[in-house]
């Protein structure tokens, strides 16, 4: 199947700090692309969808200006965690799917954040 | 917000027995897949069964579908002890391209 690399794969960061997460589909055009969150032993929960070149679209209760997302090409999408706190640690996994809503999708192997 | 119920919950069998997974949905689908989650990992796909469709088999997975009970069954024949993972269904609408996964099955094989 297709790649998707998320990187980094853990990080630790300080209160009030941003922490940026990338999202790369590796050998193919991921024209949208999802962001997760999951609390242990707990499903995935849908934070937003994006489509390449436009703004994102956020579930309901994702605040938008605090999880910033960026679909900029095809390949890399980036959710940058503004102002994090402890509360927004988590894991956050990102997936890629290619044209057409019957294709699979793709996912990275997801961030461990932890907020000090 | 999840799509669906998975049931069982939790469950544990021997090496070597058969592991039957349920999924309920709520809404209308286009497409059901069953992805795979290791834990603390990203998730593999595994199968995508279209609405159109009834059965579908991948190797030692079999997939079934019911949009009349809006149900779906993953069935993993001779589990080995690799197959110990959670396990996600996930619904695609029509109208929108959002993948909504259950809540998942924490599978357990005992060697």
């Known amino acids: 199947g297709a790649v998707v690399s998320q990187h980094p794969s853990w990080v630790i960061c300080k209160s009030g700090t941003s922490v940026k997460i990338e999202c790369r589909s590796l050998?193919?055009?991921?024209?949208?692309m999802f962001w997760y969150r999951q609390f242990p032993k707990q499903s995935l929960m849908l934070m937003a969808t994006?489509?390449?070149?436009?703004?994102?679209?956020?579930e309901q209760g994702v605040e938008k200006d605090k999880f910033l997302i960026n679909h900029a090409s095809l390949t890399l999408s980036t959710l940058t965690v503004t102002s994090a706190h402890p509360e927004d640690s988590s894991f956050y996994i990102c997936s890629a799917r290619g044209a057409g809503r019957a294709t699979e999708a793709f996912f990275g192997q997801g961030t461990r954040l932890t907020v000090v | 917000s999840q799509q669906g119920e998975e049931d069982p919950q939790a469950l544990s069998i021997q090496e070597g027995e058969n592991a039957t997974m349920n999924c309920s949905y709520k809404t209308s689908i286009n497409n059901l897949q069953w992805y795979r989650q290791n834990s603390g990992r990203g998730l593999v796909h595994l199968i995508l069964i279209r609405s159109n469709e009834r059965e579908k088999h991948s190797g030692r997975l079999r997939v079934t579908l019911d949009t009349s009970k809006k149900s779906s069954s993953l069935l993993i024949t001779a589990s080995r002890a690799a197959d110990t993972a959670s396990y996600f269904c996930?619904?695609?609408?029509?109208?929108?391209?959002?993948?909504?996964f259950g809540t998942g099955t924490r599978l357990t094989i005992i060697p």
């Open positions: 996930a619904t695609v609408g029509f109208g929108n391209e959002k993948l909504t």
């Open positions: 050998d193919f055009q991921a024209t949208t």
């Open positions: 994006s489509n390449e070149g436009s703004k994102a679209t956020y």
